[in-house]
C-alpha cells in the first residue's frame, strides 16, 4: 500500500503502529541480547515461548470463526490497519493466497540498531517461529513462508491454502526459514 493514498490519519495509524512493532523488536532484542550475554543459547527457548504465544494468538484470532476460503482468513487476520503498517496486499491466485509485505517495522528497527544482517535474520527465524505457528494452528489454515526482507528479498511473501487436517505443533528445535523457491520480483522500497 502507498504512502501517499493515505489520510492524515491513517498515516497518523500507520506510523503509531509501525512505531509499537518497532518498540517490540527492540524489547524482544534486548531480551535475547541479555540472554546470550549470560552465556545462555536463546534459540531454542524464544522459539518455544514464541510458538506457545502462537497456538494462544490463532486460539483468540478463530474464536467463534469459521474460515470458508482463504479470503476470509484474510478478512480476519490482517484487518486494514495491519495491512497499512506492513505495507501489505493479498494476491489470490484459484484458491491460493498470497501476501506480500513490502516493510517489515521489525527489520527495520534491528537495522536501526545497527545489527549486522545474519543477525537481523536470525531474529527474524526466531520471530517466525510464532507466527508460522498461529497460522497453522488456526483450523483450515496451511502457510508457508515463501520470501524475507531480513534475508535479502525485496518482500515478505506468504502463501496460504485451505486444508483438512491441522499441521501441527512446530518443534521449538526447528529452525523456520523462508523457502526462497523462486525468484522475488519485488524491490525493496526506501524506509
Known amino acids: 500500500m502507498e504512502e501517499n493514498i493515505l489520510t492524515e490519519e491513517e498515516k497518523r495509524e500507520t506510523a503509531m503502529m509501525r ?25 531454542e527457548f524464544a522459539r518455544k515461548g514464541l510458538i506457545e504465544q502462537g497456538v494462544l494468538r490463532a486460539e483468540r484470532l478463530v474464536k467463534g470463526k469459521t474460515f470458508k476460503t ?7 487476520a490482517a484487518p486494514e490497519k495491519m495491512r497499512k503498517a506492513f505495507m501489505m496486499r493479498g494476491e489470490y491466485i484459484g484458491d491460493k493466497l498470497q501476501v506480500h509485505c513490502g516493510y517489515c517495522p521489525l527489520v527495520e528497527a534491528w537495522e536501526n540498531l545497527g545489527l549486522p544482517a545474519d543477525e537481523v535474520r536470525d531474529l ?24 524475507s526482507l531480513a534475508h ?3 518482500e515478505c511473501m506468504f502463501e496460504y491454502t485451505m486444508r483438512d487436517e491441522p499441521d501441527g505443533d512446530i518443534d521449538p528445535g526447528e529452525v523456520i526459514k523462508p523457502k526462497q523457491d523462486r525468484p522475488c520480483e519485488a524491490k525493496r522500497p526506501e524506509w
Do not use: T
Not at 70 to 76: C, G, K, Q, S, W
Open 19 to 43: 512505531a509499537l512493532s518497532r518498540q517490540r523488536a527492540e524489547y524482544i532484542y534486548y531480551i535475547l541480547k541479555g540472554a546470550k550475554d549470560m552465556g545462555i543459547d536463546y534459540h
Open 124 to 147: 527474524c527465524e526466531v520471530i517466525m517461529s510464532g507466527d508460522m505457528q498461529s497460522y497453522n494452528s488456526m483450523p483450515g489454515i496451511h502457510c508457508e513462508w515463501i520470501h
Open 152 to 154: 535479502g528479498d525485496g
Open 70 to 76: 482463504v479470503r476470509d482468513f484474510f478478512d480476519a
